[in-house]
């Protein structure tokens, strides 16, 4: 399938420092945000170690050279899904040995990161930077957000949406960078010719409502590039409490899958 895409990355209006990461490549077909947490500069240089840490691993998957993996990987996954979790894996390493040095101490960082494939795309989560599938005007949560309020909602023990605790939802119970291991979430995407894959952090969900995400995103008169500007210009008109990372991804061309469902559609 192809795509175009755009992102941007920005300090918000409260925090002194941006301690997001952004990864954009287009040949590599990977796109990545980490939103990274610590003390002082610390969160700042865990998310830029994913991103690094990430491109470099997909460079030599590129190249035919791939990193071994770390341990057997039993999702039912395509082999480059199995390399995406190894990647979030190895950055979820580099970020725990250099908490061994004392600025370094107790930093951390979630992650997504998005991987397009011929016939779709893999998202893998960490944490609770989202990723959303937008189409036909609904905006589709694919992640899996890790954080207390989204677990105990997950065993039912959690009030409805409308009454979420802020204090909840702000911590986390996975992350990269804090154990010696972690588990990824990885789930497929098929989307078709016209959605649009949105990454962020939640610096703007925590301050843009879901219809307004909707309204910028369908909006036909809007580039991809203004589309992530109206984003993170509403994230700030919200509060801009945090900072603000967009990724958009859309698909401009039908890829194989979404062919061969057309094909055996009109059969029926």
């Known amino acids: 399938m192809k795509v175009i895409t755009a992102g941007k990355t920005d300090r918000g209006l409260k ?33 830029r170690m994913v991103v690094e840490t990430m491109a470099d ?8 050279n791939p990193p071994s993996f770390f341990e057997p990987i039993t999702n039912d996954v395509s082999e480059n899904a199995r390399h995406l979790i190894n990647s979030i894996s190895l950055s979820n390493i580099i970020v725990h040995e250099a908490q061994k040095r004392p600025e370094y101490h107790r ?28 189409d036909q005007g609904r905006l589709i949560l694919v992640s899996e957000e890790h954080s207390v309020e989204a677990e105990k909602q997950k065993l039912g023990r959690g009030d409805s949406l409308s009454s ?6 702000n911590i986390l119970t996975r992350v990269l960078g804090l154990n010696e291991k972690v588990n990824v979430y990885i789930t497929p995407i098929r989307p078709e010719k016209g959605d649009i894959i949105m990454m962020c952090s939640d610096g703007l969900t925590n ?18 590039e203004e589309k992530v500007d109206f984003l993170i210009d509403g994230a700030k008109e919200g509060g801009g409490g945090d900072n603000i990372s967009v990724i958009l991804v859309e698909v401009v061309q039908e890829g194989t899958w979404q062919k061969i469902k057309k094909r055996f559609l009109s059969k029926r």
């Open 164 to 169: 979420t605790s802020p204090f909840l939802k």
């Open 107 to 134: 930093m951390g960082t979630t992650v997504s990161a998005l991987l397009i494939e011929k016939n779709c795309m893999w998202a893998g989560n960490v944490g609770d930077s989202p990723v959303f599938l937008f």
């Open 15 to 47: 925090r002194k420092l941006n301690e997001d990461s952004l990864l954009l490549n287009d040949e590599l077909g990977l796109y990545v945000i980490a939103d990274g947490m610590g003390g002082h500069k610390a969160g700042e240089v865990a998310s």
């Open 207 to 224: 301050f843009v409502s879901v219809p307004s995400i909707k309204s910028i995103l369908s909006e036909p008169t809007l580039s991809l």
């Open 57 to 64: 691993y997909w460079d030599k998957v590129k190249n035919d």
